[in-house]
T-cell receptor, first 112, second 113 residues
Framework: DTAVSQTPKYLVTQMGNDKSIKCEQNLGHDTMYWYKQDSKKFLKIMFSYNNKELIINETVPNRFSPKSPDKAHLNLHINSLELGDSAVYFC???????????FGAGTRLSVL | GENVEQHPSTLSVQEGDSAVIKCTYSDSASNYFPWYKQELGKRPQLIIDIRSNVGEKKDQRIAVTLNKTAKHFSLHITETQPEDSAVYFCAASRGGATNKLIFGTGTLLAVQP
């Protein structure tokens, strides 16, 4: 069983569209994260939720809105997609704000 | 702000040689330092980590050292193998309520057979 799973794996869309990426973890963890990896491979945190509560919100445009319906799920909705949003988005989870973070397989978003 | 510098950006070694990757962090409150390996097109995977109460940790062919005074930490891979070829990321975190990983810029390691 995949511990942290993301869907879709690939997402190709036009500028201006709205899209969502879903993440689920079956590790029983309380904390989930979204990271963005750009074309130069830089990995940067975007958001973190602990038990459905937003605890980290980096300087991310408000076109990005995370939603956590329960502690096992953290979805990322992106409005009005721009070319610069093209990247790989990784979801991760850790146990109750613990140190070790486990990453999903990533979603490669291409905005045309 | 919080920053982690990582060097070198690329490293090419012969199979069997050792490889060393170095990182420097800026946030003196950091107390957790993981290393992730990312193969092409795959997810980052934790290979080793160290907490601020120890200076060195080993796991078979890999080791990490930490110098809290200098705010440096390093990854050492001995007897490198072609399957060690990947991008390696260091990271630093305060842990606890603000457990966000601040990643270094990555090192592309190529092990030549």
């Amino acid at each position: 069983d995949t511990a942290v799973s993301q869907t879709p794996k690939y997402l190709v869309t036009q500028m201006g569209n709205d899209k969502s990426i879903k993440c689920e973890q079956n590790l029983g963890h309380d904390t989930m994260y979204w990271y963005k990896q750009d074309s130069k491979k830089f990995l940067k945190i975007m958001f973190s939720y602990n038990n459905k509560e937003l605890i980290i919100n980096e300087t991310v445009p408000n076109r990005f809105s995370p939603k956590s319906p329960d502690k096992a799920h953290l979805n990322l909705h992106i409005n009005s997609l721009e070319l610069g949003d093209s990247a790989v988005y990784f979801c991760a989870s850790s146990q109750n704000r613990g140190d070790i973070q486990y990453f999903g397989a990533g979603t490669r978003l291409s905005v045309l | 702000g919080e920053n982690v510098e990582q060097h070198p950006s690329t490293l090419s070694v012969q199979e069997g040689d050792s490889a060393v990757i170095k990182c420097t962090y800026s946030d003196s409150a950091s107390n957790y330092f993981p290393w992730y390996k990312q193969e092409l097109g795959k997810r980052p995977q934790l290979i080793i980590d160290i907490r601020s109460n120890v200076g060195e940790k080993k796991d078979q062919r890999i080791a990490v050292t930490l110098n809290k005074t200098a705010k440096h930490f390093s990854l050492h891979i001995t007897e490198t193998q072609p399957e060690d070829s990947a991008v390696y990321f260091c990271a630093a975190s305060r842990g606890g309520a603000t457990n966000k990983l601040i990643f270094g810029t990555g090192t592309l390691l190529a092990v030549q057979p």
